[in-house]
């Protein structure tokens, strides 16, 4: 506009111009000298292309400065510099665009900025979100881990609240067996056939992070060859990952878990976290029971004390009083045991007390109770009996024991029996009972039952 503007301003003088000399040239009559009209034309149309082209010229380096900084900074916005201005002191147009674009810069740095600043918030915010689920999830499996005394009861919780709360599609639990491998104990989102499948130590994804107690994860399971399916009983994929459990440097298990989305690296510090911390409570949780057997446990015997007994009688009374049915209770004694720990002496007389313990122990019901009443004597309890067949289990007793060899001696047991309600309706006199019968035995001969 600025060129067109000096062009039409420069013809305007040069018409001006001409206009003065054809009125200077006009002779006395007024006629105007043909020669002479040319000549002033000529010369007008000379000086207006004259001014024209250096108007062109000069205008032109004027505003090459000036678009060549605008279109540099408009390249530059273009590549996302968005921190830069197209300063200009014109008052022309361009003065007006660059000015207009350093004010468009400004406005999107300041949106930069803020968008910046938001996506910090919100990266915080999910961080502290997740921080938050995390520590959830600890506390509602440490509330699970005190709760479960049981340790297979306690396994099973644990997938069942992990798998939900991270947003998982399957999940196991293997545990090592006494040959390093690794059993599948619990699991969820799994078929029910799962459970007991093993994995050798050579297996290239759960024996391999055992081995080396660092995690493997794979993104996508359809393009990775070690990926079993759990021995093709679950044919999905999606991102998977093998977490060892690892208690004191020592690897007892893995998490093998499986999503739709992938791990990123705070899954995988939660999984690592919750695997550990699982070894430890099943570590915690086998000592207990182990101190909890020991303690309802005759050492020496390995059947229950008189402590686990006391409890059984009293549970197994209150539950025939309910139902109406016998309680048959025998009371037992190794003949002439006295002998055996004079002859022998107490460590191959205790072992001969451990091979009879264990031959009454696998010769009755897994409901029945077989208890170290004191020193070599035994009480057995048997729930849902009657008189006539609690007779027939003490002589097959009788008998298994008389078979028994051990550190060369063959061990005889009198047996004496009492039956609930009709010898007695409470502890102290059941017991009492079958002691009594147990005595009669002794004196007709040993090696015999007697009821009382």
């Known amino acids: 506009m600025a060129i067109v503007a000096a062009i039409v301003a420069a013809a305007s003088s040069a018409v001006v111009g001409m206009i003065v000399v054809v009125l200077v040239l006009r002779d006395a009559s007024g006629a105007v000298r043909r020669d002479m009209l040319l000549v002033a034309l000529a010369g007008g ?40 201005t197209a300063r200009s002191d014109r008052t022309d147009e361009i003065g007006d665009l660059s000015r207009a674009f350093d004010r468009l810069c400004k406005a999107v740095t300041d949106l930069s900025v803020d968008v910046i600043d938001k996506g910090r918030e919100l990266e915080w915010t999910q961080r502290e979100l ?64 799962v459970l007991g499948v093993s994995f050798g130590r050579d297996d290239e994804l759960s024996g391999v992070a055992a081995a080396t107690g660092a995690p493997i994860v794979i993104a996508d399971t359809a393009r990775d060859r070690r990926y079993s399916h759990f021995r093709g009983r679950h044919p999905q994929d999606g991102a998977f990952a093998c977490v060892p459990m690892v208690l004191h440097g020592r690897v007892t298990g893995v998490f093998n878990v499986l999503r739709r989305e992938p791990f990123a690296e705070a899954d995988l510090g939660l999984l690592t976290s919750l695997a550990s911390y699982t070894a430890l409570a099943l570590a915690h949780g086998n000592a207990t029971q182990k101190l909890r057997a020991a303690a309802r446990t005759d050492e020496l015997t390995g059947v229950a004390n008189r402590r686990l007994l006391g409890e059984r009688v009293a549970a197994e009374l209150a539950r025939m009083r309910r139902t109406g049915k016998p309680l048959a209770v025998l009371m037992l004694d190794l003949d002439h045991f006295k002998r055996v720990n004079d002859e022998l002496g107490h460590k191959r007389g205790d072992r001969v007390l451990h091979a009879v313990a264990q031959a009454l122990l696998h010769n009755v019901r897994r409901i029945d109770t077989v208890a170290r009443y004191g020193g ?63 005595l009669t035995a002794k004196r007709e001969g040993r090696n015999r039952v007697v009821a009382a």
Request: no cysteine; aromatic share 2%.
């Open 376 to 438: 070599e004597e035994f009480v057995i309890l048997l729930p849902d009996t009657t008189r006539e067949h609690a007779l027939v289990v003490a002589d097959k007793l009788r008998a298994t024991a008389a078979e028994l060899v051990h550190e060369g001696l063959t061990v005889t047991i009198s047996i004496g029996l009492a039956v609930f309600p009709d010898d007695g309706t409470g502890e102290e006199g059941l017991l009492e009972a079958a002691d009594r019968a147990l």
């Open 45 to 84: 149309a000379g000086t207006v292309a004259a001014v024209a082209i250096a108007t062109v010229v000069i205008v032109n380096r004027l505003l090459a400065s000036a678009l060549k900084n605008l279109t540099d900074s408009l390249r530059l916005a273009e590549n996302g510099q968005w921190l830069i």
């Open 130 to 193: 997740k921080l938050a689920d995390a520590l959830k999830l600890l506390f509602e499996l440490t509330q699970t881990l005190s709760a479960e005394a049981d340790g297979q009861a306690l396994l099973a919780a644990i997938p069942v609240k992990v798998a939900p709360a991270m947003g998982l599609d399957a999940m196991a639990i293997l545990l090592t067996d006494e040959d390093a491998n690794l059993v599948v104990r619990a699991a969820a989102g799994l078929p029910d056939d």
